[in-house]
């Protein structure tokens, strides 16, 4: 069985994510979150799209937005 897939938008008070650079960072930190298969961050769609472990996701989601804060403290990670 294929873990679950979700995309979350991510919010930022001013423009979103401010740059492709700080995308690709929290997309490499989520990446290095254990129990994480796929993760990407999408500057251009603001989306994160997370594929991870489903015995602990809620957990990893967590993590996720908590790796996004060190990147872009500003960063709003909206879970739907």
Avoid: W
């Amino acid at each position: 069985p294929h873990p679950p897939k979700h995309s979350f938008p991510t919010r930022r008070s001013s423009d979103l994510l401010d740059c492709a650079n700080c995308a690709a960072k929290m997309e490499r930190a989520i990446q290095n979150i254990d129990g994480v298969t796929h993760a990407t961050v999408s500057f251009m769609t603001q989306k994160l799209t997370l594929e991870a472990d489903d015995a602990r996701f809620d957990q990893i989601v967590k993590e996720a937005v908590k790796a996004c804060k060190k990147v872009e403290p500003d960063c709003e990670i909206v879970v739907k």
